[in-house]
């Protein structure tokens, strides 16, 4: 079984707090994601990994950088916490495969309040 | 950049049947794919349409239109554990994914 998991299902930070999202696959997947989900707004791409010590900017990567210094582990930082990255962050893997059908597994998700 | 629609909300009957259209416009394409979320829950894969025509999975069924860059994902015999939020997703290019809001389905009995 596929298994994504991330480090804290619930977080409260302060303002201007570093903040560090772990995420951990157990499936040798080349690409790891994460996403950031806000009611009406579905699933936002922040930045992406194809490959150990890569990584390419999302949609909205302001505020955010990410590490990936071994396959199975993807970190997502906040460098300095503010109030409108209070959102719900999903982070997933994939393997890499020709022809589009990149199948995404999903970790449970961390709900970040920042306060 | 890429850019999906479907509706936000969709209610429909136990027992029967329920269309969730998705449009989209992107520089990039290689297929469409269905993906459920629960409340509370992670998003799971449902579908993936490359070919024009239709794919069926059980109950699920999913739809492409290339020319039409549209696509739509058909629940039959619903079932109130249906009740959840359904996105379509386009692939593009670098193994990426882009998600559409999602649509909130609602089972009623």
């Known amino acids: 079984d596929v298994k994504v998991t991330q480090s804290s299902r619930y977080l409260v930070k302060r303002t201007g707090e570093k903040v560090f999202l772990e995420c951990v696959q157990d499936?040798?997947?080349?690409?790891m994601f994460w996403y950031r989900q806000d009611p009406g707004l579905g699933l936002r791409l922040i930045y992406f990994?194809?490959?150990?010590?890569?990584?390419e900017k999302g949609d909205i990567p302001e505020g955010y950088s990410v590490s990936r210094e071994k396959k199975e582990r993807f970190s997502l930082i906040l460098e300095s916490a503010s109030t409108n990255q209070t959102s719900m962050y999903l982070c997933a893997s994939s393997f890499s495969l020709a022809g589009g059908r990149y199948e995404q597994y999903f970790g449970p998700g961390t709900r970040l309040t920042v306060t | 950049g890429q850019s999906l629609e479907q509706p936000s909300e969709v209610t429909a009957v136990e027992g029967a049947i329920v269309q969730i259209n998705c449009t989209y416009q992107?520089?990039?394409?290689?297929?469409l794919s269905w993906y459920q979320q629960h409340d509370g829950g992670a998003p799971t894969f449902l579908s993936y349409n490359a070919l024009d025509g239709l794919e069926e999975t059980g109950r699920f069924s999913s739809f492409l239109s290339r020319s039409d860059s549209y696509g739509y994902l058909l629940l039959q015999e619903l079932q109130m554990k249906d009740s959840a939020s359904y996105f379509c997703a386009v692939s593009g290019g670098y193994q990426k994914v882009t998600f559409g809001t999602g649509t909130k389905l609602q089972v009623i009995p």
């Open positions: 990994s194809y490959d150990v010590k890569m990584k």
């Open positions: 499936m040798d997947h080349e690409n």
């Open positions: 992107t520089s990039g394409f290689y297929g």
